[in-house]
């Protein structure tokens, strides 16, 4: 495992990031900023306000709250930005018949619609893969369910499962050219911010020298989620099919808070053993970070320079946030992770 991953940095950053289509999105304390390289080569970056749900209302600061809010909220804006960077990149593609039927029936509100519309596509397509299946696969298995051992095992190996199609399913997904483009922008991503947190001017080339992975992360996040719901889920009695999802669904955002808890604890903790739940996330990332080229570089310090520009701040306030939530995970920047 590559040292600078848990060296402390010089300067505690609060930038946070996203990659895109082409483009990389970091966020700050009440900036966001997209960097998009359109097909003329042109980099276009783009600043707005935005401040999380968690700093506007203190109750959705509380311990685990936070985490099952940070993480509903970075999957809408995520898709957002998204579908933003797809629409700038202007990728010369004739426009659908369904496309032409939906902007009649919305109008202006069409944006918006294919918006949410595809945030709950990716809702059920994730409930589908990642819970329906793997707790469909584990009760064909014939051992006594309605035991206490028999559920837990029942449970468990259901997490097994889920681990395993979430993990192959990363794997497919890397296989496609679009979507490792994305992955290096995901890596251009990291290695700017290490730059940044290095004190370092912020040029492609100091930003090559440093690693893709990092452990703060959204990628380590998701699979700390997989771990708590295999923990969590134990401990609901094994029932039919449906039930069982009904069950799932309702633990979701307890088993997203807990995990965020577990995350931010374990990124900021100098116990070895802690901070090993990091770890499954950190070698997933060697798949869903890829090493950068310096013009995808170029998007990432673009997007980086401007949530600085845009929002000026005291560099000894700073502390690290989670991507997720936006939430800081070193609450003493001052004590080394190491």
């Not at 259901?158 to 050219?177: A, D, H």
């Not at 969590?232 to 009904?246: D, E, H, Y």
Request: net charge neutral.
């Amino acid at each position: 495992m590559n040292n600078e991953i848990w060296k402390k940095p010089l300067r505690a950053c609060n930038i946070g990031g996203e990659a895109l289509i082409e483009g990389v999105m970091m966020r700050g304390n009440n900036k966001m900023a997209t960097a998009i390289r359109k097909t003329n080569g042109e980099i276009v970056v783009e600043t707005t306000d935005y401040v999380p749900l968690a700093k506007k209302f203190w109750l959705l600061k509380l311990p685990v709250i936070r985490g099952a809010v940070g993480m509903l909220e970075s999957m809408v804006v995520g898709m957002k930005v998204l579908m933003n960077s797809a629409e700038a990149v202007e990728f010369e593609e004739e426009e659908s018949k369904l496309d032409k039927f939906l902007k009649k029936v919305f109008g202006d509100h069409f944006f918006q619609a294919m918006l949410y519309f595809s945030v709950a596509i990716a809702l059920v397509f994730g409930i589908l893969l990642f819970m329906l299946l793997p707790n469909w696969i584990a009760g064909l298995f014939s051992f006594d369910k309605s035991t206490t051992g028999g559920s837990i095992l029942a449970n468990l190996l259901e997490g097994l499962l889920r681990v395993v199609i979430f993990v192959t399913y990363i794997v497919l997904v890397s296989k496609n050219k679009e979507i490792k483009r994305v992955f290096e922008y995901h890596g251009a991503e990291h290695s700017a911010l290490y730059a940044y947190e290095s004190m370092e001017e912020l040029t492609p080339e100091s930003a090559l020298s440093h690693t893709t992975l990092h452990p703060r992360c959204g990628t380590a996040y998701m699979f700390v989620v997989i771990l708590t719901s295999i923990l969590l889920f134990s401990f609901a009695r094994w029932n039919t099919p449906l039930m069982n999802i009904v069950i799932r669904l309702a633990l979701l955002p307890l088993v997203a808070g807990v995990a965020y808890e577990i995350f931010k604890l374990a990124a900021k903790s100098s116990f070895k053993p802690l901070r090993a739940i990091s770890y499954p996330g950190l070698m997933l990332q060697k798949i869903t970070t890829q090493p950068p080229d310096k013009s995808q570089v170029e998007v990432a310090l673009a997007a980086l320079k401007a949530v600085i520009e845009e929002e000026p701040v005291n560099e000894k306030s700073e502390q690290p946030v989670n991507e997720i939530s936006g939430e800081p995970v070193n609450e003493k920047p001052e004590e080394s992770v190491n």
